[in-house]
Structure formats: C-alpha cells, structure tokens
C-alpha cells in the first residue's frame, strides 16, 4: 500500500470515531436550542429559557380584542389571559419598548410568574388620540417558554367623531317666511359615547327658540348611534331683510365637546326684492367686480316693493361713507301691488381697494316700509 493511501485511511477512521463520540454525547442529554439569526445579535431581553427543562407552557384564551367604536380622547382598557399548562413556572416580561406607540401598554397583574395550572391577566391601556378610520395598537409579552417566546396582544377597532350631526354643522333654512315662523329640523347623536346629556342652549337672538329630546330606539338604530338629540330650531317670523345667519350652541355633560356649535343660514326677501346682473341673492351682495380706483363705478338694482301704498324712502344708510354712495329713484312701472325702484350703488373715484380676498364692506339701509324697516347690503370690489 502506498503511504498516501494509509494516511487518508488513517484520517477518515479519526474523523468517523469523532462523529461517533459527538452524537453519543448529545444523545445522552437533551438541551434546548434557541435559534438565531444574523450575527452581531443584541441579548434576548426574555426572561432565561432552562436548557434541560421542565419547561412552562403558555395558553391564551385570544390575543386580539376589538372595541368596536371609539372616539377621540376616549381611553379604553381590556384583560386577556394567559395560562401556564406546563410544568414549569412561566416568568413573563412585559416591556413598554415592546408596545406598538404610547397609546398601548401591557401591564401583568399579581406579578410575573405564573405557577403551573395557574393563570394571570394581561391588561392592555390606550388612548384614542388620532382620528384616524380603523385602530390597531399591541403590546408584547415576553415569556420563558421556549415554543412561544414572544406572545403579542392586539387591540382593533374603528374611530369616530365625539358626536355628528345631522345636516352637518351649517342648516340650511331656505327661504324665511315674513309671517310665519320658520322651523329646521336636525339630529345631534354619538356612534361611540353611551350616553350624553344636553342642559341646556345658548343663543343671542331672543326670535330663536331651541328645543332638543332624546332620540328613539329605531333613529338610534338608523344611525348607528349609541346615543343622541332631535334637535328642533325656530326662527321668529319676519327676521331682518337679507341674508340670515345665525347660530346656537348646545351645553353638554361630555368632558371635551362640552359645546356643540351648529349655524343657521337661509335668506329673507320680506317685502322687498333686489334684481340685478351684479346682485347676488344668498348673500346680499353687490358684486362691482374690477375697475380703476380714478374712475369709480356705479351699478343700478332694480329694487320691488309690496305691500306697500306709500313712496319708499331712503331715510339713512349706516355707518356713513364718503366713498360709497346710495340713491333710491322711483319707477312709474306698477305690477298690481307691486312698485318698482332703483338703488344706484357708487364708488366714487379715489384710492386703490381691494375687497377680493378680505370680509365685504356692509350698509345697512334705513327705510320707511313698515315690514322692512332695514335692509343689509354688503359690497365687494377690486378699485386698482
């Protein structure tokens, strides 16, 4: 035989009496492997898993709960449970590190060893502090039995609005009556507080009245609301002429929404209507557009009057302008009782304005209608 033919011979025998010893060796005694990943590894922050055994066994009855609906500033708060059907004891850790955002933290109840056959709580905390559509937050719980390491606890639901309102925060009156009261009709209701109360209403305006009751059980069920008001506003026959808007505030015993502000906007024509290409009817407003500041600019509404037998007459206009002018001419054109005026609106030549972006400039009218005893003009231009 040659002798590099011995010694390879001679070096596999060694290598396979190794592996003999090797395997024995690790079949005499067990041990428990925990697998890693990478290299560089941080220290597992788990409470020690035994090597030899016994070893604990945890048991949850669910990790997901969802709360349904909540609403922002709302703090919620559940207890899942965990078991240890091993025959070791379970030593658990719960690390605010290991939660999802502030918002959740897992707290373990009655200390942080369970016996075996006993069981604890987990108890998870959060805060609705975004509005958001949907919530998912979890805190982890980290244990010592090495088939389940790392057990994760999940909060679900979706977010609402504290409250909603029905139309929407602006109620749209429409046309107001010059002799009969105007009623609008609306809801205020929760999808996620229990139960609300409403003590009472705040108004500046003595021709508004506000009253509220408790919502039915089918309207609840129709909105899906847990809680809520009808709500029911009147508005006094005959308001101001023009525009209307007005608002009201609800008094609540909710702990951050301890208002709810809803406005009133409609239109009262009253006796006395204003036509014209630069007439804007849902405000009031007399649109000049563009012109040059040097040169001012007159603008003619055709103005109708009812009811009414006498001349009308422009007693005063307020606050007084040396820049903007009105004149109230009659026409000799009578529908039935209807008569027809003109209101010349002008700027006269000076200074650049600029209204465009900015709050209209507003006039009152003083009349000598008996129905309409002011009128509510507001102007918007651009003089460069």
């Given amino acids: 035989m040659k002798t590099s033919g011995i010694v390879v011979t001679?070096?596999?025998?060694?290598l396979a009496l190794g592996l003999t010893v090797w395997i024995g060796k690790y079949q005499a005694k067990s041990e428990v492997l925990i697998p890693q990943t990478g290299t560089n590894l941080p220290p597992d922050p788990g409470p020690e898993v035994s090597k030899t055994g016994p070893h604990p066994k945890a048991v949850t009855?669910?990790?997901?709960?969802?709360?349904?609906?909540?609403?922002?500033?709302q703090k919620g708060e559940y207890r899942f449970t965990i078991k240890n059907e091993g025959q070791a004891d379970l030593k658990m850790m719960a690390r605010k590190e290991d939660a999802t955002c502030q918002c959740t933290l897992g707290e373990l109840e009655d200390g942080d060893t369970i016996p075996p056959g006993e069981s604890r709580n987990v108890t998870l905390k959060w805060e609705i502090k975004v509005m958001v559509e949907t919530f998912r937050h979890s805190a982890k719980v980290r244990t010592n039995d090495p088939e389940n390491r790392l057990i994760d606890f999940v909060v679900t639901g979706r977010v609402d609005q504290r409250f909603s309102l029905t139309p929407g925060m602006m109620w749209e009156v429409?046309?107001?009556s010059q002799t009969e009261p105007t009623t609008v009709k609306g809801m205020v209701f929760s999808r996620a507080i229990d139960k609300f109360e409403i003590s009472s209403v705040k108004t500046s305006n003595p021709n508004l009245t506000v009253t509220y009751l408790p919502m039915s059980a089918e309207l609840l069920a129709e909105k899906g609301a847990k809680s809520g008001y009808e709500v029911q506003a009147v508005i006094a026959a005959a308001p101001p002429i023009g525009p209307y808007a007005e608002s009201f505030a609800l008094v609540t015993d909710d702990e951050i929404s301890k208002q709810i502000e809803i406005?009133?906007?409609?239109?009262?024509?009253?006796?006395?209507?204003?036509?014209g290409p630069a007439y804007r009817k849902?405000?009031?407003?007399?649109a000049f557009g563009?012109?040059?500041?040097?040169?001012?600019?007159?603008?003619?509404?055709?103005l109708f009057v009812r009811n009414f037998d006498q001349d009308l007459e422009l007693l005063a206009v307020e606050p007084p302008s040396e820049r903007v002018k009105f004149e109230l001419l009659k026409d000799s054109k009578v529908i039935g009782k209807t008569r027809r005026y003109q209101l010349k609106v002008k700027v006269l030549p000076g200074p650049p304005i600029d209204l465009v972006a900015g709050p209209p400039l507003k006039f009152e009218l003083k009349l000598n209608h008996p129905e309409a005893a002011s009128v509510v003009l507001s102007i918007r231009m651009l003089a460069i």
């Fill in 263 to 275: 406005r009133l906007q409609g239109h009262h024509a009253g006796p006395i209507e204003f036509l």
């Fill in 282 to 286: 849902e405000s009031s407003l007399v």
């Fill in 10 to 14: 001679v070096f596999l025998g060694i």
């Fill in 290 to 302: 563009e012109f040059k500041a040097s040169d001012g600019k007159e603008v003619t509404l055709s």
């Fill in 174 to 176: 429409g046309d107001l």
């Fill in 61 to 73: 009855e669910g990790t997901e709960h969802n709360f349904g609906i909540m609403a922002l500033g």
